[in-house]
């Protein structure tokens, strides 16, 4: 069975950081391709980051380009997010959230999903 | 960026009753190489991640009753409850995974009325 369990969450002020790690169990990590998703509350949700199987390649949304960076450890079968000058927008709940399909170069849909760690930023 | 856009924001329909949900994509989502559409449907309960139902704007996930289907092409995709139950109240989301950098659409809530 497939379990994604998030950690890291936490209360930090406005240009602080935190990093969010995923562990990940019931499946062969190291070939699929990994997701950081958030929701706002009362939001829908936001696809913050993905990273490919191997790790080399990594895309963005251009809200989070340049200040969070996510990467991950095949051997631990852990995904990370690092988060720098965090601010009041990034307050959300955070899903790790892994791609359907073996990574061939593209991302394919979510199939499962974590239950999430909050972030709040707040002074 | 490719942005999202679902009709109506709120659906209120009777058990028994279709649930039709609209998804617009600002570009296609069609990979002509493979044909596929890059578009996929979720389901949110209150306090609950989202729930995949639909990958491949068609393809229903395992476990996910029939009466729920997705269709459509390019641009334009269709969310459908064919007979509304009580247990498919919740919010629905689209979301496109053709671009390297994902959207998702702004959600549609299904009420009983």
């Known amino acids: 069975e497939v379990h994604l369990l998030e950690s890291g969450g936490d209360l930090v002020q406005p240009g602080g950081s935190l990093r969010l790690s995923c562990e990940a169990s019931?499946?062969?990590?190291?070939?699929?391709?990994m997701n950081w998703v958030r929701q706002a509350p009362g939001k829908g949700p936001e696809w913050v980051s993905g990273i490919s199987s191997s790790g080399g390649s990594t895309h963005y949304a251009e809200s989070v380009k340049g200040r969070f960076t996510i990467a991950r450890d095949n051997s631990k079968n852990t995904l990370y997010l690092e988060m720098n000058s965090l601010r009041a927008e990034d307050t959300a709940l955070y899903f790790c959230?892994?791609?359907?399909?073996?990574?061939?170069?593209?991302?394919?849909?979510?199939?499962?999903w974590g239950q999430g760690t909050q972030v709040t930023v707040s002074s | 960026d490719i942005v999202m856009t679902q009709s109506p924001d709120s659906l209120a329909v009777s058990l028994g009753e279709r649930a039709t949900i609209s998804c617009k994509s600002s570009?296609?989502?069609?990979?002509?190489?493979?044909?596929?559409?890059?578009l996929a449907w979720y389901q949110q309960k209150p306090g609950q991640p989202p729930k995949p139902l639909i990958y491949w704007a068609s393809t229903r996930e395992s476990g996910v009753p029939d009466r729920f289907s997705g269709s459509g092409s390019g641009t334009d995709f269709t969310l459908t409850i064919s007979s509304l139950q009580a247990e498919d109240v919740a919010v629905y989301y689209c979301q496109q995974y053709y671009s390297t950098t994902q959207s998702f659409g702004q959600g549609t809530k299904v009420e009983i009325k």
């Open positions: 570009q296609s989502v069609l990979y002509s190489a493979n044909s596929k559409n890059y």
């Open positions: 019931g499946f062969s990590f190291g070939n699929y391709a």
């Open positions: 959230a892994k791609d359907r399909d073996f990574w061939s170069g593209y991302y394919t849909s979510i199939d499962y």
